[in-house]
């Protein structure tokens, strides 16, 4: 794992760029502690921190082909890269290393922009091939590993965090104010956009292509699904096919020279692949790690431990108290390159932290819930349908005796997930999903937002979700549903937030259930497999029945949350007050100091839980004041 980073100048500078390339450089050294490289011939500059995990002796970046005409920097792992280099051998390649890397640089002679589709891994590339004068970029399908562009007069700048680009003189700093809106609801910023206007983010599956002043951008990959009138396997057949393809998608992901282990947090997706590994290994061989709290509703270590112990794997837990994610909070936020507001990013930032402490590859569970329908969105999908059939007046009383409801702060309480419930019915029935798992819906932004950042409608908030609508195929409603958390969810939000607390500790986390073939299978398999009545993940529980303990199996799904609700009240109340004080709110002109004091009150009276609202506030706020001077947040 490692960070990437370069620039292409478009015209003559009044700065050393080496000086540029080097503080870039020098930025990304928590994903790659071990070494650093950089390629430097006007106008292309190309800088690498590494993180070393394959072919440590002979893997260093950039890497060249034999002649020196490609350039290549790479941040990920291929896990089908000896595959091809023995293909590339046979056609006369000569490599020099036994690393990844080095096969991109070959495979891009063979075919060139086709290269991603080829790779089976996670990844963020760039290559600079001499001959045409051109650079390329690609990230991986599912959005794995992060890329961030920015194409102006003055120079093509890319990196791996969005806070490395803006150390770029040509990039600018200004808040984009439809961006903002975009992550209050969404809670993290949907690609292809970023919170910087004039930055992108290149997308999931997609490559770009710089040369002459122009870009260009193609897919090579989408989630796909087939036609109603293909044949399925049977449910017995799918459930033995989808524990071999997932076996072996494990057992490419535990290739490492470097010592491995797993996140286990007692859910039935790390579970799965903590039984695989113990099959794989032996359970001797494999080390699990989780985190716990002392609040039971968010607490999920003993269910991991029930696991560990079940296997008999080497296993290690650490409770996160308040007062220790007190003391790093700060910290760890303003070390985001981008703001996202899912609370669960601390209690991965610990787990992460202790893991490093033991192991430098991880394995985990993510893409479970959005590939087998394993949110309990998914089963409210039915519920509105026949909430719709009711007569307005009726939804209306509804309405009123949910928001009537007693204030729970427990996690995902039964009141929180009403009235979640009533206020998406407000909206159609895919924008919904946005707003039961979002924090602010645009029809409450106006109050929070000052004039210059407040939306008009809803139609460019909600514009990435008819985007990807209308890029779908779907049989049924789930189809697109998977497709959209897939999108919108997993990729912008849980892969960011993991990539982005395991690299400030210098871990690689891979994921077994993305695996393109895992991926193409599940995806084909009908919604019936997947979503059986109420029970979720259906063909998940179904092929692990005989391995995992059947109260693992039955358990309700909790979430990697913290019980931020409570500590807004208690331990994290005076530095939040300051926080969201109205100087410090009008330093930089974004949120109206009324409408987040009503916010606040509201929640420490317990007259409302608002800390989604509240929390995508404070990350937005710690953001610009590590990120932004007084000057940058004028909209422009």
């Known amino acids: 794992m490692c960070g990437i980073c370069g620039f292409n100048l478009e015209r003559a500078i009044d700065y050393d760029p080496r000086l540029v390339l080097s503080c870039m450089t020098q930025s990304l050294s928590h994903r790659g502690p071990d070494d650093e490289g950089f390629y430097e011939e006007m106008p292309l500059f190309l800088g690498h921190r590494r993180l070393k995990i394959i072919d440590l002796a002979g893997g260093a970046q950039p890497m060249t082909n034999e002649d020196g005409s490609v350039v290549v920097v790479f941040n990920g792992e291929i896990y089908n890269f000896r595959e091809l280099r023995e293909k590339l051998l046979g056609k006369g390649h000569q490599f020099k290393t036994q690393s990844d890397t080095e096969v991109i640089a070959h495979l891009w002679e063979e075919i060139g922009t086709d290269l991603p589709n080829a790779l089976n891994g996670m990844f963020a590339i760039a290559i600079w091939d001499k001959k045409t004068r051109s650079l390329f970029l690609a990230r991986d399908r599912m959005g794995q590993k992060p890329l961030y562009w920015s194409a102006n007069p003055k120079a093509f700048v890319f990196a791996s965090e969005l806070k490395t680009l803006l150390l770029h003189p040509a990039v600018e700093r200004r808040l984009d104010p ?16 970023s919170i910087v206007q004039g930055v992108r983010k290149l997308e999931p599956g997609t490559w770009l292509l710089y040369k002459n002043g122009e870009v260009k951008h193609g897919r090579y990959w989408d989630i796909t699904f087939p036609g109603l009138h293909q044949k399925v396997p049977s449910f017995e057949e799918a459930k033995g096919q989808f524990y071999t393809l997932l076996k072996d998608s494990v057992e490419r992901r535990m290739i490492s020279d470097v010592p491995l282990g797993v996140f286990l947090s007692g859910g039935i997706d790390s579970s799965a692949i903590t039984a695989l590994m113990c099959k794989i290994a032996g359970p001797s061989n494999v080390k699990t790690f989780s985190v716990g709290f002392t609040s039971s509703s968010f607490d999920e270590s003993n269910y991991a431990k029930q696991v560990a112990t079940h296997f008999g794997t080497q296993h290690q837990s650490q409770i996160l108290e308040a007062h220790t994610m007190m003391d790093l909070l700060p910290g760890i936020l303003a070390k985001l390159d981008e703001p996202m507001a899912d609370n669960s990013l601390i209690p991965t930032y610990f787990l992460s932290r202790f893991t490093r402490e033991h192991v430098t590859v991880a394995l985990g569970g993510d893409g479970g819930d959005e590939l087998c329908l394993g949110y309990p969105t998914f089963r409210a999908h039915k519920i509105a349908a026949w909430y719709e059939k009711f007569p307005p007046f009726l939804r209306a009383f509804i309405a009123r005796i949910v928001h009537s409801l007693p204030v729970s702060t427990s996690n995902i309480s039964l009141d929180y997930q009403a009235k979640q419930f009533v206020t998406g019915m407000d909206y159609n029935r895919f924008d919904r999903h946005f707003v039961w ?102 063909i998940l529980k179904e092929t692990f029945k005989g391995s995992l303990p059947k109260e693992i199996l039955k358990r309700k799904k909790k979430g990697f949350g913290i019980p931020i609700a409570e500590w807004l009240k208690a331990e994290m109340r005076p530095w939040v007050e300051e926080l969201l004080s109205p100087d410090s709110l009008n330093r930089f002109g974004v949120f109206q100091p009324s409408g987040v004091a009503q916010l606040w009150d509201n929640h420490m009276a317990g007259m409302q839980d608002n800390r989604k609202p509240l929390w995508s506030i404070i990350v937005l706020m710690l953001w610009m004041q590590e990120n932004l001077r007084d000057s940058d947040y004028i909209v422009g």
């Not at 903002?180 to 690609?191: E, H, I, R, T």
């Not at 077994?512 to 997947?530: G, N, S």
């Open 178 to 193: 439809t961006s903002v809106s975009k992550y209050l609801l969404f809670d993290s910023v949907p690609a292809p956009h």
């Open 437 to 538: 798992i979002g924090s602010v819906p645009p029809t409450a932004q106006g109050s929070l937002l000052q004039p210059d950042f407040a939306p008009e409608g809803t139609s460019a908030i909600f514009d990435d979700v008819a985007n990807h609508v209308a890029r779908c195929t779907p049989r049924d409603d789930f189809d697109l549903l998977s497709y959209l958390y897939a999108k919108l969810y997993m990729g912008d939000d849980i892969l960011t937030k993991v990539d982005r607390a395991s690299m400030m500790h210098s871990l690689e986390v891979r994921a077994p259930l993305l695996d393109p073939q895992v991926v193409d299978f599940l995806t084909a398999l009908p919604t019936r497999y997947k979503l059986k009545g109420f029970t979720m993940k259906h």
